[in-house]
């Protein structure tokens, strides 16, 4: 071999070197993991007053508040996921959260704060504001929070950083088998967030196995969220988070045998005067609702028609009295009223003050003109009457729509948690402003009425109400119907009159009958004693609390026989 080959052979040779020590140098690259590591505070950017929320095991869309040591959520956030009786007052700024024998209560910006009892407040100076207002956003602090809510947190510096738990079970988790690096990605290129050493205690994010490109999202103990690889991990664990939190428990002022109660329509003081004239054919009736009080401003004022000797006369007959508010007056707005806490304070003072002036036994709230955006304030405010209610030894019971959706912001199952007695309106099936004829109450919409009430109420809480009246319906010949309520009586005198032998129909659960007069077609579904004992039958098999029925004076003697057989 001459030199020019012996050089070209060994130029050829170096070439190779080269080129196999560069893809050396590639591959232990390629191969070899990034040591480079990533500033949680550029991981996890937040703001100086700002803390960033980890709920459990995923990022929060919304950041906290860290305002002098203290961490503040905002008020949707606080409702939503850990408590829904905090309530906020937009008019009047003001904090509340009602437990079940104190009202707590706070300005915005205020480290003092009220506790209210039955109606007397005292007032306490706290270490730092519970609320904090800004623009239009509310916050509360999160230690005030987890003291009345199924929640545990621990806050982290570097970045700023709070970890919740408030949803308990069992979560997967596992441990580092191999000390390793939690990294921002799936990747040994990706920069490291944290060492991790051997033991280091992991959390699955989102509770799922989820291998990818072999490496697994992960989750420390605070909260900072990564990439770990699959062979560095042991095998993973299921592990229960649970709580030692005690939920309030709401006390009920609930009578040990069956209500049987009658609601008493009452158009002035003298009351009394008839009372005992209507309840002597009744049998087995413990309770009557006069209808005393009306809410007459949207300050909370209310008007009265309460008679001491009406208390006496009706205790003397071995009845409670249950006194009746109701939101009929027109010029009442009970969005504008509720939703003022000063407001609502002084309309259920002016109802305790009434019921322990005239010694009644209860008070029954017959609110049926609730808008559908007056619903929060409304729940709020039977929450607060509750309080006072309870410390006073005075039954609260609430009248109620059977339950639909239209009338949802009832919020009947609260309400069934928060009050004695729910009492269920089962009738109006077909009222005075239907535009087609049907029965008061026919034995489905009862069913319907008892049926998803229980299913968010209480049975032992549970009041089913009947109708003691019946419609005579019109139908014209222009289309028009109109509708006509009567007595039972009255309204069998009606069919009598007019020839009418009425015949039972099952589908209703009603005696039927119908004629013509004047070109126009009368109808009617008759609410008698067999219509009654139906209805009976099916609220005696579901066991609820009692029966309620409106009103006294329309029923049939005969009628209280049928109830003392189901309700005695």
């Avoid at 009736?285 to 209808?291: F, G, R």
């Avoid at 579904?525 to 099916?538: N, P």
Wanted: overall charge negative; hydrophobic content about 35%.
């Amino acid at each position: 071999m001459d030199k020019r080959s012996k050089i070209a052979v060994f130029g050829t040779a170096i070439v190779i070197i080269i080129i196999a020590v560069a893809l050396t140098i590639t591959i232990i690259e390629r191969l070899s993991p990034s040591d480079q590591v990533m500033d949680l505070t550029d991981y996890y950017p937040v703001g100086d007053n700002e803390a960033l929320i980890i709920m459990q095991d995923h990022k929060y869309g919304k950041k906290g508040l860290l305002i002098d040591g203290q961490v503040y959520i905002d008020y949707e956030t606080v409702i939503r996921e850990f408590n829904h009786r905090f309530y906020w007052d937009y008019n009047e700024n003001i904090l509340t959260y009602t437990t079940p024998d104190e009202i707590l209560q706070t300005e915005a910006g205020s480290t003092s704060y009220s506790f209210t009892k039955s109606m007397i407040k005292t007032t306490e100076t706290g270490n730092y504001p519970i609320a904090k207002v800004f623009a239009d956003q509310v916050y509360i602090s999160i230690d005030f929070v987890s003291k009345y809510s199924d929640m545990t947190y621990k806050f982290y510096s570097n970045p700023n950083r709070v970890v919740i738990d408030y949803k308990w079970g069992d979560y997967l988790f596992t441990e580092v088998e191999k000390a390793t690096q939690l990294r921002q990605d799936a990747s040994i290129k990706s920069p490291i967030l944290r060492e991790l050493p051997v033991d280091t205690k992991l959390m699955y994010v989102g509770m799922e196995e989820a291998p990818k490109k072999g490496f697994t999202m992960l989750m420390t103990e605070d909260g900072i969220m990564g990439y770990v690889r699959n062979k560095h991990i042991k095998e993973s664990f299921y592990e229960t988070v649970d709580s030692d939190y005690l939920p309030p428990k709401y006390t009920a002022q609930t009578r040990s045998g069956k209500i049987n109660l009658v609601f008493h329509q009452v158009f002035n003081t003298d009351a009394v005067n008839n009372l005992e004239a209507l309840i002597k054919p009744t049998k087995s009736l413990d309770v009557v609702v006069p209808t005393w009080f009306s809410i007459i401003d949207n300050q909370g004022a209310i008007s009265s028609l309460a008679s001491e000797a009406y208390v006496e006369k009706a205790n003397s007959l071995g009845l409670e009295v249950w006194g009746l508010v109701d939101d009929f007056n027109t010029e009442v707005s009970m969005n504008e009223l509720l939703s003022h806490t000063s407001r609502r304070e002084t309309l259920s003072n002016n109802l305790v003050e009434a019921a322990l002036k005239y010694k009644l036994n209860g008070i029954n709230i017959d609110f049926e003109k609730i808008p559908s955006e007056a619903g929060d304030h409304y729940i709020q405010f039977l929450r607060e009457l509750s309080v006072k209610c309870r410390n006073n030894g005075i039954v609260l019971s609430v009248d109620n729509y059977v339950p639909s959706s239209y009338t949802a912001h009832y919020n009947r199952e609260e309400q069934g948690i928060i009050v004695d007695y729910v009492i269920i309106m089962a009738y109006d099936e077909y009222y005075a402003g239907s535009e087609v004829a049907g029965p008061v109450a026919s034995i489905g919409f009862t069913k319907d009425a008892v049926r998803n009430t229980l299913d968010i109420v209480p049975k032992e809480k549970t009041i089913i109400a009947i109708p003691f009246y019946t419609r005579l319906w019109k139908e014209s010949s222009d289309g028009t119907v109109s509708s006509e309520s009567f007595s039972m009586t009255p309204a069998t005198n009606i069919l009598a009159d007019n020839g009418v032998e009425p015949e039972w129909e099952d589908t209703y659960g009603y005696y039927y009958g119908e004629y013509e007069k004047d070109g126009a077609l009368y109808r009617m579904w008759l609410e008698e004693d067999t219509s009654i004992e139906e209805k009976l039958k099916v609220i005696y098999e579901a066991d609820v609390a009692g029966i309620a029925a409106w009103k006294l004076g329309l029923e049939k003697d005969s009628i209280w026989n049928i109830v003392t057989r189901y309700f005695e």
